[in-house]
C-alpha cells in the first residue's frame, strides 16, 4: 500500500485536499497537527513559532504511523513538511510508497486564506516563518492551488496516474469467472474479489489474475477495502455470489467502504421481493441497488448472455453499457440486454424466464421419453427427429437436446445411464408461489415443478411400479405419432410461453413496473436459454398488443389447427401408462381457457353450502351476491 503525504504551508488547504483525496482513494485520513503533543499546541496558539527541537519527537511518532499505515491499508496524511529534513525523517517507508504532493501558491493567497479562517490556533503572523522555513521538495507533485477543490483534486488524481477499474465483480464462481472474462474481453477495466476462507478458498482471485495474465492486466483481491478502493467513482460492484443470505452479507460488509452514488448489481437468482428490500434500504443510504438477471449459462456469461437489469434508471444510466457490451446480440445487433423497470422488475422477468424454461424442458423431456419407450425408438433416432422439428421451431433447448440425446460413452448412449432424479434452483416453483399470490393460473409451469419433485422420489417410485405392476406393455410406432407429437409440442410450447407472460402482464400491474413484454422478448431472443423461433414471433405480437397470447388471432389460427393432435397425444401417452404432466397441463389450461362455462358454479355453490361465502347468479347482474340455505331439514 502506499502513504500519500499532502504537504505545504498553513492555510494551503493541506486537511482539505488531503481528506478529499483519501475520499476519492477509500483511504484513511490523518492531520499531523492531531500528533503534536500540548506544549506544541501551547506554543502554536500562542503565536510562538516551533523549533527543530520542538518537532524532533512528532516526526518520530508520525513517522512509526505512516510505517504502521503502509503496512496494513495505506493512508493519506496532512503535513506541513517544509523542510527537507523533516521529510527525510518522515521516509521510514520505501521511496516508492511514499507519495509526496506539494500544494503550493502565492504569499498574498495564502494570506487571504488564513485570515480569512475562523477557530484555528495558527496565526496569520507566523506566515513569514513558513515561508521562511519553506524548502520547495524536489520529489513530490507540485500543485497549484489557486483555484476550485474540484481542480485540484482532479489534477492530483491525474498526475498520480491511480489506476482505477470501470468494474468490481465479487464471487468468483463458474459465472463470475465467465462474466469477468467477458467483461474483459471487450476492454473494460476489472477489479475483482473472492472470500479467503483458510483451507477452502484460498488465493481464488490472485489465482484467477495469474491463469488469465498472459491475456489480461487486471487485479484480484481478497481484501475488500482495498477491492473496493482500486474502482473509480461513482463505484459499480457486480455480485455473482448465491442469492439469500449470502447477498444480505457481502452488502454488510460492503457499505462502511461505499459511498452516496456508488451502485451494487445483484447479478444472481435472487428472489424479487429480496430485491425490492434491498433497494430500498440502500436507496435510504444514497446507494443504487439493481437486480439484474442474467441468462446463457457458463458458454453466455463467457461469450454473450441475455441481461435483464432492474433498478432505478439513474443507476441504469451509469453501469446499463457495461452491460450492454457483455451481452449477446440480437438479430438487428442490438445488445439483448435492456432496463427492465424499476426495484424488483429486473429479477422479476428473469424468474419467468426461468419458469417458462421448466416447462420448456419438462416439454422435450416428456416427448423424449414416450418417443424412447413407447415407440422402442433409440436415442439417434428421436435426436434426428428433434433435428427435423427443430428447422421450424429454432429452439436452444431443442438443439441442446439434440446433443445430448447423440453423445455416447464407450458403445451406448449416455443419456441412458443418467439417473431419472432432477434437482432445481428454486426460481420454478417461486413463479409458481408468485402466480397463487397474484392469483393467475400457472398450469404448464407448476407442472414441470412437480414433476421435478415426484422426480426425486426415486426409491418410492420403483417400489410403486412393483407394487403397481405398471410395466409399460402399450408400444406404438415413431411414424404413426410423430406428426401429432410434433403439433402437441408446438402447441405446448405456444401455451407455456402463453402462461408465463400472463404472469408478466398481470405482475406489471400490480407492481406499477410498465413492462414492454415485445422488449422483454426481444431481450429473450439470444444469449438467454429460452431463445426460439417463437420468442422472435413475440417480439413483433406483442409490439402490437399485450393481451393474453392465447388471444392473438395468428396465435388463434395455429392452436385450432393443432388442438385435436395435443389432445390425441395426451390420451394415447396416458392410456399406454406414460406420464406427460406439461402436455396434459397445456391441453387442460386451453380447455379451460376456451370454456365460456366451466366448473366452478358447483365450486361457488359448495362454498355458500359450507361456509356462506355467497355467490353470483347468471340471471342477475354482475356484483349482486346470494346465499342459499341448501339443506332442507323437512
Not at 3 to 20: A, D, N
Not at 308 to 321: F, I, K, L, R, V
Amino acid at each position: 500500500m502506499s502513504v500519500y503525504v499532502v504537504m505545504g504551508v498553513s492555510g494551503s488547504g493541506k486537511t482539505t485536499i488531503g481528506k478529499l483525496l483519501a475520499k476519492e482513494l477509500n483511504l484513511s485520513f490523518y492531520d499531523a497537527d492531531d500528533f503534536h503533543p500540548p506544549e506544541n499546541v501551547e506554543k502554536m496558539k500562542n503565536g510562538t513559532p516551533l523549533q527543530d527541537e520542538d518537532r524532533k519527537g512528532w516526526l518520530t511518532v508520525l513517522a512509526e504511523n505512516i510505517k504502521k499505515w503502509n503496512k496494513n491499508t495505506g493512508a493519506v496524511l496532512a503535513c506541513s513538511a517544509l523542510k527537507e529534513k523533516y521529510r527525510t525523517q518522515l521516509t521510514s517507508i520505501p521511496k516508492q510508497d511514499l507519495k509526496w504532493i506539494f500544494l503550493q501558491a502565492d504569499y498574498e493567497v495564502i494570506l487571504n486564506r488564513l485570515e480569512s479562517r475562523k477557530g484555528h490556533y495558527f496565526k496569520s503572523e507566523m506566515l513569514n516563518s513558513q515561508f521562511e522555513t519553506l524548502e520547495k521538495p524536489k520529489n513530490a507533485l507540485q500543485i497549484n492551488v489557486n483555484t476550485s477543490e474540484e481542480n485540484i483534486l482532479k489534477t492530483i488524481m491525474t498526475n498520480l496516474n491511480v489506476h482505477k477499474a470501470e468494474m468490481g465483480l465479487i464471487g468468483l464462481g463458474v459465472m463470475g469467472k465467465s462474466l469477468a472474462l467477458n467483461l474483459l474481453s471487450k476492454n473494460i477495466e476489472v477489479s475483482v474479489f473472492n472470500r479467503h476462507i483458510p483451507g477452502e478458498e484460498e488465493n481464488v482471485a490472485k489465482d484467477f489474475v495469474q491463469q488469465n495474465a498472459e491475456k489480461y492486466s487486471f487485479q484480484g483481491f481478497d481484501d475488500l477495502k482495498e477491492f473496493v478502493s482500486s474502482l473509480k467513482r461513482p463505484r459499480k460492484i457486480l455480485l455473482m455470489v448465491n442469492a439469500g443470505a449470502p447477498v444480505d452479507a457481502v452488502i454488510e460488509s460492503l457499505l462502511p467502504h461505499l459511498q452516496k452514488g456508488d451502485i451494487i448489481t445483484d447479478g444472481g437468482n435472487s428472489h424479487y421481493k429480496d430485491t425490492l428490500r434491498l433497494e430500498q434500504a440502500l436507496s435510504e443510504k444514497g446507494i443504487h441497488f439493481m437486480g439484474c438477471g442474467i441468462s446463457g449459462g457458463e458458454e453466455g456469461a463467457l461469450k454473450g448472455p441475455s441481461i435483464m437489469p432492474g433498478g432505478s434508471a439513474e443507476a441504469y444510466m451509469q453501469t446499463g453499457p457495461f452491460l450492454e457490451k457483455i451481452a449477446a446480440k440480437d438479430k438487428n445487433g442490438k445488445p439483448c440486454c435492456t432496463h427492465i423497470g424499476p426495484d424488483g422488475a429486473g429479477h422479476f422477468v428473469k424468474m419467468l424466464h426461468n419458469g417458462i424454461e421448466y416447462g420448456e424442458m419438462q416439454l422435450i423431456a416428456e416427448i423424449y421419453h414416450f418417443l424412447r419407450f413407447y415407440t422402442n425408438s433409440n436415442p439417434e433416432t428421436i435426436a434426428d427427429l428433434f433435428e427435423s422439428w427443430n428447422k421450424e421451431m429454432k429452439s436452444y433447448l431443442l438443439e441442446i437436446s439434440i446433443d445430448i440425446l447423440r453423445k455416447k460413452e464407450n458403445e451406448g448412449f449416455l443419456i441412458d445411464e443418467i439417473l431419472d432424479t432432477a434437482k432445481q434452483k428454486g426460481t420454478g416453483g417461486w413463479s409458481t408461489n408468485t402466480a397463487l399470490e397474484l392469483g393467475v393460473p400457472l398450469d404448464t409451469i407448476t407442472a414441470a415443478v412437480l414433476a421435478r419433485n415426484i422426480s426425486g422420489m426415486k426409491d418410492q417410485r420403483v417400489e410403486a411400479q412393483k407394487v403397481y405392476e405398471q410395466d409399460k406393455i402399450q408400444t406404438g410406432n415413431i411414424d404413426d405419432v410423430k406428426k401429432d407429437l410434433f403439433q402437441a409440442y408446438r402447441s405446448g410450447s405456444i401455451i407455456n410461453h402463453a402462461i408465463g407472460y400472463d404472469l408478466l402482464r398481470v405482475a406489471s400491474s400490480e407492481y406499477n413496473w410498465k413492462l414492454n413484454l415485445s422488449e422483454i422478448s426481444r431481450v429473450w431472443t439470444n444469449g438467454c436459454i429460452i431463445r426460439s423461433g417463437l420468442m422472435e414471433d413475440l417480439v413483433d405480437i406483442f409490439k402490437n398488443s399485450d393481451n393474453h397470447l392465447l388471444k392473438n388471432k395468428n396465435i388463434i389460427s395455429e392452436i385450432r389447427l393443432n388442438q385435436v393432435a395435443l389432445s390425441k397425444t395426451v390420451a394415447v401417452a396416458l392410456q399406454a401408462g406414460y406420464a406427460v404432466p406439461v402436455l396434459s397441463a397445456a391441453t387442460n389450461y386451453l380447455l379451460n381457457f376456451t370454456s365460456a362455462q366451466n366448473a366452478a358454479n358447483m365450486l361457488q355453490a359448495q362454498r355458500d353450502y359450507f361456509g356462506a361465502h355467497t355467490y353470483e347468479r347468471t340471471d342477475k347482474p354482475r356484483g349482486e351476491f346470494f346465499h342459499t340455505q341448501w339443506k332442507n331439514d323437512n
